[in-house]
């Protein structure tokens, strides 16, 4: 099913650990994008894959100069936006919670348990009140994409686990044994750094998300298994990476091409509480891009 969009729609590429670039994208031209809310990771690349339009973004910058605590998550949210993203793909290295979430597997998870702190998770707030719903964090027709362009193109016995829950920490540290086992407890199959802030973020700036989480390592639970080391991940994800871009590849040819409905794409619609007339002229400048659709 489509929707009647006004204008030609973007997708968007929210690259993580080891994925800094995408060669298919041709095109390219790079763009430094002013926002509220200061400067992004790095500089956005637009460009096109197979003549889809396309805005790719180093999460940790291209040098990976951010921790996750440090990712200039609403800014990079809003730059998208700004750009006319409507669906935004986060590839994201994560560690198993589960012993059939093998490393070197793809996770599409469809959950998330947040245990980050202090990070700013909204763009309202200072005389705006906005309360959208999380109940279904990822946009369920944008994984299923993912999951047929992903299909295919896995190999050597790497398997694609479609659902589960990601839990989002705060890092830069990884779990001690207790947090992980902890997390087991609650049924989590995959612990990120990133991933629940931008999805968020992105739900109030009415933009799609999905995450090809890519399992680099077995965390710390796993009695037998070596625990998790930076160069453990970097190993893995050298690997994980260049599947991931093949999939993103492919799934940008279909999300150009059917232009996938979501749920996020009116998440605002009845969230709103404030009024317009009742916000400071500073604060509006700021998340007018977001409430102009409802408060024009």
Same mark, same amino acid.
């Given at each position: 099913?489509?929707?009647? /969009?006004?204008?030609?729609?973007?997708?968007?590429?929210?690259?993580?650990?080891?994925?800094?670039?995408?060669?298919?994208?041709?095109?390219?031209?790079?763009?430094?994008?002013?926002?509220? /809310?200061?400067?992004?990771?790095?500089?956005?690349?637009?460009?096109?894959?197979?003549?889809?339009?396309?805005?790719?973004?180093?999460?940790?910058?291209?040098?990976?100069?951010?921790?996750?605590?440090?990712?200039?998550?609403?800014?990079?949210?809003?730059?998208?936006?700004?750009?006319?993203?409507?669906?935004?793909?986060?590839?994201?290295?994560?560690?198993?919670?589960?012993?059939?979430?093998?490393?070197?597997?793809?996770?599409?998870?469809?959950? /998330?348990?947040?245990?980050?702190?202090?990070?700013?998770?909204? /763009?309202?707030?200072?005389?705006?009140?906005?309360?959208?719903?999380?109940?279904?964090?990822?946009?369920?027709?944008?994984?299923?994409?993912?999951?047929?362009?992903?299909?295919?193109?896995?190999?050597?016995?790497?398997?694609?686990?479609?659902?589960?829950?990601?839990?989002?920490?705060?890092?830069?540290?990884?779990?001690?044994?207790?947090?992980?086992?902890?997390?087991?407890?609650?049924?989590?199959?995959?612990?990120?750094?990133?991933?629940?802030?931008?999805?968020?973020?992105?739900?109030?700036?009415?933009?799609?998300?999905?995450?090809?989480?890519?399992?680099?390592?077995?965390?710390?639970?796993?009695?037998?298994?070596?625990?998790?080391?930076?160069?453990?991940?970097?190993?893995?994800?050298?690997?994980?990476?260049?599947?991931?871009?093949?999939?993103?590849?492919?799934?940008?040819?279909?999300?150009?091409?059917?232009?996938?409905?979501?749920?996020?794409?009116?998440?605002?619609?009845?969230?709103?509480?404030?009024?317009?007339?009742?916000?400071?002229?500073?604060?509006?400048?700021?998340?007018?891009?977001?409430?102009?659709?409802?408060?024009?």
């Amino acid at each position: 099913m489509q929707e009647d /969009f006004s204008s030609n729609p973007k997708i968007g590429v929210f690259g993580g650990s080891g994925f800094y670039n995408i060669d298919e994208l041709k095109e390219v031209e790079e763009l430094k994008i002013d926002t509220p /809310f200061g400067d992004t990771s790095d500089l956005l690349r637009l460009g096109k894959i197979n003549g889809n339009e396309v805005v790719f973004l180093a999460r940790h910058g291209r040098k990976h100069s951010f921790t996750p605590s440090e990712v200039p998550y609403k800014a990079n949210v809003w730059a998208m936006k700004s750009l006319g993203v409507k669906w935004i793909i986060s590839a994201s290295a994560v560690g198993s919670l589960k012993s059939e979430i093998r490393p070197l597997d793809m996770v599409l998870p469809d959950q /998330f348990i947040d245990r980050t702190q202090n990070r700013p998770t909204t /763009f309202f707030g200072n005389g705006v009140v906005a309360h959208v719903s999380m109940a279904q964090p990822f946009c369920k027709n944008l994984t299923e994409i993912i999951a047929k362009a992903a299909g295919p193109l896995m190999f050597d016995g790497r398997k694609l686990h479609v659902g589960g829950t990601y839990l989002c920490m705060e890092g830069p540290a990884f779990s001690t044994k207790a947090e992980s086992n902890f997390y087991r407890s609650l049924d989590c199959s995959v612990i990120g750094m990133t991933n629940h802030t931008e999805a968020r973020l992105c739900m109030e700036a009415e933009i799609a998300y999905a995450s090809l989480s890519m399992s680099t390592d077995y965390d710390c639970w796993y009695e037998g298994h070596d625990d998790v080391t930076v160069e453990m991940i970097v190993k893995n994800l050298q690997s994980n990476a260049e599947l991931a871009k093949k999939i993103v590849t492919e799934a940008v040819q279909t999300i150009g091409k059917d232009r996938p409905i979501s749920k996020s794409h009116s998440a605002l619609k009845d969230a709103l509480l404030t009024h317009k007339e009742d916000v400071s002229l500073d604060t509006l400048s700021k998340i007018k891009l977001l409430t102009d659709k409802y408060w024009s």
